[in-house]
């Protein structure tokens, strides 16, 4: 399996990345344009690094591009990341191509234009606060599917109205699938007839919108 | 872009970027008294435009959604987007025609490479090194031989 990853731009973020995605076995090429970032990230035993601007045909082609199963686009310039993961497409048919982007309004644009995988900065953070603003004992709260499958976990607390009742006399919003329910270190998968206990972990899956009434539901919090 | 209640006019450009260039086009498609709206993140730059200039200038950055739909690139036939980086203009060209569907869409590249991956995307490519090269090849070869115009580029 191919397991070379070109990272294209970024500093810290290159950094970061290239450190994780080492030690988990990638082959990682950095490229970036400004020499005294590529003695930095030079540093970084086992990551080969290469200057120039990743938006160049032909510094893409220095760096073989088309031998990448993946591109990564880190720079601060959605235009930038935008014609590097591009010309990787077209250019070098990298399979997979990935950009950070900083205006969440341009998401679904560069998706449209062929990028496969999309990172929001500001929309992730934005998302996290929310969730956390909720309800305290949310904890891991998983976005799927570009976020609008979320995997939450929750804690029942003793005052909720759900307590002593079964699942399937519970109010729940339709399409949530409650996936699992541990309880004194045992998970056990539900049925309809599974009665809920006060501090029971919960783990549901749902869309995003229904995500908040069936908390509701089931902690008894808004 | 309605004018004092009348229909939407059906010859507005807009052009992203008041450099010479762009300047120029603005001014150009002014003086055949056309709609034109020219944008630049630099309000400074619209001292180029020329004095008998008619048309609007807005500052904004083109690569804002919200710039562009103030700007009602929705209702333009023609964009031209000469910035003076290739990558904004070929972001700003592609949000046209995929997001705001617009007619025709004239972006100017200083990279010749790029330039070929870009050709046939419903996007029309300027590229200024590939047409000068091609300008001096006509002067230096003398007319009665001249081969066929050939793109390769001259370093300018």
Same mark, same amino acid.
């Given at each position: 399996?191919?397991?070379?990853?070109?990272?294209?731009?970024?500093?810290?973020?290159?950094? @970061? *990345?290239?450190?994780?995605?080492?030690?988990?076995?990638?082959?990682?090429? #950095?490229?970036?344009?400004?020499?005294?970032?590529?003695?930095?990230?030079?540093?970084?035993?086992?990551?080969?690094?290469?200057?120039?601007?990743?938006?160049?045909?032909?510094?893409?082609?220095? @760096?073989?591009?088309?031998?990448? #199963?993946?591109?990564? &686009?880190?720079?601060?310039?959605?235009?930038?990341?935008?014609?590097?993961?591009? *010309?990787?497409?077209?250019?070098?048919?990298?399979?997979?191509?990935? #950009? *950070?982007?900083?205006?969440?309004?341009?998401?679904?644009?560069?998706?449209?234009?062929?990028?496969?995988?999309?990172?929001?900065?500001? &929309?992730?953070? @934005?998302?996290?606060?929310?969730?956390?603003? *909720?309800?305290?004992?949310?904890?891991?709260?998983? !976005?799927?599917?570009?976020?609008?499958?979320?995997?939450?976990?929750?804690?029942?607390?003793?005052?909720?109205? &759900?307590?002593?009742?079964?699942?399937?006399?519970?109010?729940? !919003?339709k399409d949530i699938i409650v996936g699992c329910i541990m309880r004194d270190n045992i998970t056990m998968i !539900?049925?309809?007839?599974?009665?809920?206990?006060?501090?029971?972990?919960?783990?549901?899956?749902?869309?995003?919108?229904?995500?908040? !009434? &069936?908390?509701?539901?089931?902690?008894?919090?808004? | 872009?309605?004018?004092?209640?009348?229909?939407?006019? %059906?010859?507005?450009?807009?052009?992203?970027?008041?450099?010479?260039?762009?300047?120029?086009?603005?001014?150009?498609?002014?003086?055949?008294?056309?709609?034109?709206?020219?944008?630049?993140?630099?309000?400074?730059? /619209?001292?180029?435009?020329?004095?008998? /200039?008619?048309?609007?200038?807005?500052?904004?950055?083109?690569?804002?959604?919200?710039?562009?739909?103030?700007?009602?690139?929705?209702?333009?036939?023609?964009?031209?987007?000469?910035?003076?980086?290739?990558?904004?203009?070929?972001?700003?060209?592609?949000?046209?025609?995929?997001? /705001?569907?617009?007619?025709?869409?004239?972006?100017?590249?200083?990279?010749?490479?790029?330039?070929?991956?870009?050709? %046939?995307?419903?996007?029309?490519?300027?590229?200024?090194?590939?047409?000068?090269?091609?300008?001096?090849?006509?002067?230096?070869?003398?007319?009665?031989?001249?081969?066929?115009?050939?793109?390769?580029?001259?370093?300018?």
């Amino acid at each position: 399996m191919n397991k070379k990853i070109l990272l294209i731009g970024g500093r810290s973020k290159a950094k @970061a *990345l290239a450190t994780s995605l080492l030690q988990s076995g990638y082959e990682v090429t #950095a490229i970036n344009a400004s020499t005294q970032d590529c003695q930095k990230l030079a540093e970084i035993s086992g990551l080969k690094v290469l200057v120039g601007d990743g938006t160049k045909p032909y510094i893409l082609e220095d @760096a073989n591009a088309g031998s990448f #199963a993946m591109a990564i &686009a880190l720079t601060s310039q959605d235009q930038d990341n935008l014609v590097c993961c591009q *010309l990787c497409k077209k250019l070098f048919h990298v399979q997979k191509t990935v #950009a *950070l982007v900083s205006d969440p309004a341009k998401r679904d644009f560069f998706h449209k234009m062929g990028i496969d995988s999309v990172v929001c900065a500001i &929309a992730t953070v @934005a998302d996290v606060i929310k969730q956390h603003a *909720l309800v305290d004992d949310i904890a891991n709260v998983l !976005p799927l599917g570009s976020g609008q499958v979320q995997i939450t976990e929750l804690r029942i607390p003793a005052a909720s109205p &759900a307590v002593g009742k079964k699942l399937l006399e519970i109010n729940l !919003p339709k399409d949530i699938i409650v996936g699992c329910i541990m309880r004194d270190n045992i998970t056990m998968i !539900p049925r309809g007839d599974t009665v809920i206990l006060a501090n029971d972990k919960v783990v549901i899956i749902s869309t995003q919108e229904q995500q908040v !009434p &069936a908390i509701k539901e089931l902690t008894g919090r808004c | 872009m309605r004018l004092f209640g009348q229909k939407p006019a %059906n010859d507005y450009t807009i052009v992203i970027g008041c450099g010479r260039l762009g300047a120029t086009l603005a001014s150009e498609v002014s003086d055949k008294n056309g709609n034109v709206l020219i944008m630049d993140k630099d309000s400074a730059s /619209f001292r180029k435009l020329s004095p008998s /200039f008619g048309g609007l200038t807005q500052e904004g950055n083109g690569l804002d959604l919200a710039a562009l739909t103030d700007a009602h690139l929705e209702n333009a036939q023609v964009l031209l987007a000469v910035t003076d980086n290739d990558n904004t203009n070929i972001m700003l060209a592609q949000i046209a025609k995929e997001v /705001f569907h617009v007619n025709k869409v004239i972006v100017r590249l200083y990279d010749p490479e790029r330039q070929t991956v870009y050709a %046939n995307s419903g996007i029309e490519t300027i590229c200024p090194s590939l047409l000068s090269s091609r300008e001096i090849d006509k002067i230096l070869v003398p007319l009665p031989q001249r081969p066929m115009a050939s793109a390769t580029s001259v370093a300018i």
